[in-house]
């Protein structure tokens, strides 16, 4: 059918109660769900504590001012969460597909998950003991300590450090070799010194918080909205810049080019 | 799966319950789509079956074996879509194949199978489309949208390719529909435009009305019915020049018809929400004034209605993805009646 999403679901809502007064019984498949089984392909890992650049003057005016913050040390997995990982996820605790699990390009089991809404990347994180990255977590992540513009430092994008789009915003190419997505970690010279792949392009990545007007302190919280980091396979170059910030409405799930991955802090 | 509404939901407006009475016709199927009349019966489809069959009485009888359905690559439904009776012969839009399987020899297809006739007596009328939606009979050819390509397509008797009659081009919006979407992707001051999306085709008098469903985010009043005028309008190389609005503000038009007085109708789809889909029992169906575009309201609260039929007699029955069946009777007027 053409792009009519006609299909509506009808959660089960029997299927969600638990009896009052009682713990669910803690059986091998929810342990299961509680450790993260996919250290094998997508490690956790730690990104140090310490101060580091937040925001930046030379972006949008959304993205200043530009300051020096202090963010505690935690552990983030190495790529965005696949389609395998969240398939694997969804079967063993009945949570709705991804709205392209089923796509021959988009839904590929090492390309990342697309088609998930915020409170669906959080539920996710949250069933393995981890959440998703903050704002900051996510720049400290992705800049370093110094703020570098990309995850890989501050030359331009290229082929190959980032899966992204067209110079002038926004549309797909396939000059880096993938028209939509790419497998996670295909652009090896694009990750950060930690080895944090696709931190540029690929996909947008869910942050917790809420989309504010600028980093000013005090800055209102727009409820509408959360925050989406890092651009995607159509992005322009200065949406790539690791302080670029979309504001987008969590409840969305047909975003094609919207995924997310999860932290873990130290101390757990 | 979808759930099936309360058949109560779906009600006649006042203005509709003068004119007409409402019938629920519960049916196995489950997700129905196609609907043409046969006499008094209901030749219907069901995407989720794949099933074509005929209803008498409210029970649904196999007509054929089964098409091909599933769900296609963007996660929604597919298989067959419309049926038209012509001529004694069942025409079926298929629409591309499902993401489960290779391609097949009936995949986006115009299907042709005589009413009466053996179960494998399917004839591929032509495999030249993308995603062949609705489709309507015009002199010696049937003019069918092909919703993929937002196109309008003819396939004269006896061709096996189509020709383009025309491209609908998208449709611009304002940002205001777009706000409760992004401020950063979307933000204030700029005009977006969305696919036009053609969905329902009828032809009267030689004149085409095609509605046009507009792109995702499917905002409220996005909709539009227009008219081609193949006769009039036509370029050098046979393409349509372009169109006339008949009326604009529907809400996802689905489907238009004419119906047995010459009236337009036109069946909405609803609501959309962006967390939660179309909105139930936001359907519409409208009568529309050809000349004036005035609009009446005659059944309201619809559960993603898909295809109107009408019927010579004035019966016009339609089809629910997630609801029962409804045929809209003319009440009796004229003489005797007092």
Same mark, same amino acid.
């Given at each position: 059918?053409?792009?009519?999403?006609?299909?509506?679901?009808? @959660?089960?809502?029997?299927?969600?109660?638990?009896?009052?007064?009682?713990?669910?019984?803690?059986?091998?498949?929810?342990? +299961?769900?509680?450790?993260?089984?996919?250290?094998?392909?997508?490690?956790?890992?730690?990104?140090?504590?310490?101060?580091? @650049?937040?925001?930046?003057?030379?972006?949008?005016?959304?993205?200043?001012?530009?300051?020096?913050?202090?963010?505690? %040390?935690?552990?983030?997995?190495?790529?965005?969460?696949?389609? !395998?990982? /969240?398939?694997?996820?969804?079967?063993?605790?009945?949570?709705?597909?991804?709205?392209?699990?089923?796509?021959? @390009?988009?839904?590929?089991?090492?390309?990342? @998950?697309?088609?998930?809404?915020?409170?669906?990347?959080?539920?996710?994180?949250?069933?393995?003991?981890?959440?998703?990255?903050?704002?900051?977590?996510?720049?400290?992540?992705?800049?370093?300590?110094?703020?570098?513009?990309? !995850?890989?430092?501050?030359?331009?994008? %290229?082929?190959?450090?980032?899966?992204?789009?067209?110079? !002038?915003?926004?549309?797909?190419?396939?000059?880096?070799?993938?028209?939509?997505?790419?497998?996670?970690?295909?652009?090896? +010279?694009?990750?950060?010194?930690?080895?944090?792949?696709?931190?540029?392009?690929?996909?947008?990545?869910?942050?917790?918080?809420?989309?504010?007007?600028?980093?000013?302190?005090?800055? +209102? !919280?727009?409820?509408?909205?959360?925050?989406?980091?890092?651009?995607?396979?159509?992005?322009?170059?200065?949406?790539?810049?690791?302080? /670029?910030?979309?504001?987008?409405?969590?409840?969305?799930?047909?975003?094609?080019?919207?995924?997310?991955?999860?932290?873990?802090?130290?101390?757990? | 799966?979808?759930?099936?509404?309360?058949?109560? =939901?779906?009600?006649? $407006? *006042?203005?509709?319950?003068?004119?007409? $009475?409402?019938?629920?016709?519960?049916?196995?199927?489950?997700?129905?789509?196609?609907?043409?009349?046969?006499?008094?019966?209901?030749?219907?489809?069901?995407?989720?079956?794949?099933?074509?069959? &005929?209803? $008498?009485?409210?029970?649904?009888?196999?007509?054929?074996?089964?098409? *091909?359905?599933?769900?296609?690559?963007?996660?929604?439904?597919?298989?067959?879509?419309?049926?038209?009776?012509?001529?004694?012969?069942?025409?079926?839009?298929?629409?591309?194949?499902?993401?489960?399987?290779?391609?097949?020899?009936?995949?986006?297809?115009?299907?042709?199978?005589?009413?009466?006739? *053996?179960?494998?007596?399917?004839?591929?009328?032509?495999?030249?489309?993308?995603?062949?939606?609705?489709?309507?009979?015009?002199?010696?050819?049937?003019?069918?949208?092909? =919703?993929?390509?937002?196109?309008?397509?003819?396939?004269?008797?006896?061709?096996?390719?189509?020709?383009?009659?025309?491209?609908?081009?998208?449709? &611009?919006?304002?940002?205001?529909?777009?706000?409760?979407?992004?401020?950063?992707?979307?933000?204030?001051?700029?005009?977006? &435009?969305?696919?036009?999306?053609?969905?329902?085709?009828?032809?009267?008098?030689?004149?085409?009305?095609?509605?046009?469903?507009?792109?995702?985010?499917?905002?409220?009043?996005?909709?539009?019915?227009?008219?081609?005028?193949?006769?009039?309008?036509?370029?050098?190389?046979?393409?349509?020049?372009?169109?006339?609005?008949?009326?604009?503000?529907?809400?996802?038009?689905?489907?238009?018809?004419?119906?047995?007085?010459?009236?337009?109708?036109?069946?909405?789809?609803?609501?959309?929400?962006?967390?939660?889909?179309?909105?139930?029992?936001?359907?519409?169906?409208?009568?529309?004034?050809?000349?004036?575009?005035?609009?009446?309201?005659?059944?309201?609260?619809?559960?993603?209605?898909?295809?109107? =039929?009408?019927?010579?007699?004035?019966?016009?029955?339609?089809?629910?993805?997630?609801?029962?069946?409804?045929?809209?009777?003319?009440?009796?007027?004229?003489?005797? &009646?007092?």
């Amino acid at each position: 059918m053409f792009k009519i999403k006609t299909v509506t679901r009808i @959660v089960c809502a029997l299927c969600l109660l638990a009896y009052p007064g009682s713990a669910p019984a803690d059986t091998p498949a929810r342990q +299961k769900l509680q450790q993260w089984p996919f250290a094998k392909h997508n490690p956790l890992i730690f990104i140090k504590g310490g101060t580091h @650049v937040f925001g930046s003057d030379n972006g949008e005016a959304n993205e200043a001012p530009q300051m020096r913050i202090s963010t505690a %040390g935690f552990l983030m997995t190495r790529t965005e969460i696949t389609n !395998a990982q /969240y398939r694997a996820y969804a079967t063993l605790s009945g949570a709705e597909p991804a709205h392209y699990s089923r796509h021959t @390009v988009l839904g590929q089991d090492q390309h990342p @998950v697309v088609g998930i809404s915020f409170a669906e990347a959080k539920a996710f994180c949250k069933r393995y003991g981890l959440r998703l990255p903050s704002e900051q977590e996510w720049e400290r992540a992705a800049r370093g300590t110094e703020g570098r513009r990309f !995850a890989w430092g501050d030359e331009p994008p %290229g082929a190959d450090k980032a899966n992204y789009g067209v110079e !002038a915003c926004c549309g797909p190419n396939s000059h880096d070799g993938y028209a939509a997505s790419a497998p996670v970690g295909s652009y090896e +010279k694009g990750q950060t010194p930690e080895g944090l792949a696709d931190m540029s392009g690929n996909v947008w990545e869910w942050v917790d918080g809420w989309y504010t007007p600028d980093h000013t302190k005090g800055a +209102k !919280a727009d409820k509408r909205f959360r925050v989406l980091k890092g651009g995607a396979w159509n992005s322009d170059p200065w949406r790539l810049r690791a302080s /670029y910030r979309q504001g987008y409405n969590g409840a969305f799930r047909y975003a094609a080019n919207g995924g997310f991955r999860c932290v873990k802090d130290t101390k757990d | 799966m979808l759930g099936h509404t309360p058949a109560q =939901a779906q009600s006649l $407006t *006042p203005e509709g319950a003068k004119a007409f $009475t409402l019938d629920v016709i519960e049916t196995p199927l489950q997700m129905p789509s196609g609907l043409d009349w046969h006499g008094n019966d209901l030749i219907a489809t069901d995407l989720a079956t794949g099933r074509v069959v &005929e209803i $008498t009485g409210g029970i649904a009888r196999n007509i054929m074996t089964p098409l *091909p359905f599933g769900m296609d690559v963007m996660n929604e439904p597919t298989g067959p879509y419309k049926v038209a009776v012509y001529n004694e012969k069942l025409y079926i839009t298929q629409g591309w194949q499902d993401v489960d399987r290779g391609e097949g020899p009936l995949d986006h297809a115009l299907l042709a199978r005589p009413l009466l006739g *053996p179960d494998h007596d399917v004839n591929v009328i032509s495999q030249d489309f993308w995603n062949p939606y609705d489709l309507a009979r015009s002199d010696r050819a049937w003019l069918v949208v092909d =919703a993929s390509k937002n196109a309008l397509v003819k396939l004269e008797d006896g061709a096996r390719q189509v020709e383009e009659v025309f491209v609908f081009p998208r449709l &611009e919006r304002s940002n205001g529909a777009f706000e409760s979407l992004s401020p950063t992707a979307f933000p204030q001051g700029k005009a977006y &435009e969305v696919d036009a999306v053609p969905t329902g085709i009828a032809v009267h008098d030689s004149r085409v009305f095609v509605s046009l469903f507009g792109g995702f985010p499917y905002v409220e009043g996005g909709g539009a019915l227009v008219l081609l005028n193949l006769e009039e309008n036509r370029k050098t190389d046979g393409k349509a020049q372009g169109y006339s609005v008949v009326t604009s503000g529907l809400n996802a038009p689905i489907d238009v018809e004419v119906d047995a007085s010459g009236r337009l109708l036109v069946l909405e789809m609803g609501r959309y929400d962006l967390e939660k889909g179309f909105l139930p029992e936001s359907g519409q169906l409208l009568a529309l004034d050809r000349d004036s575009g005035k609009k009446e309201v005659l059944a309201q609260g619809l559960f993603l209605p898909v295809t109107l =039929a009408t019927n010579p007699d004035g019966r016009i029955a339609i089809a629910q993805m997630a609801g029962p069946l409804l045929i809209l009777t003319p009440r009796a007027t004229g003489k005797g &009646e007092d």
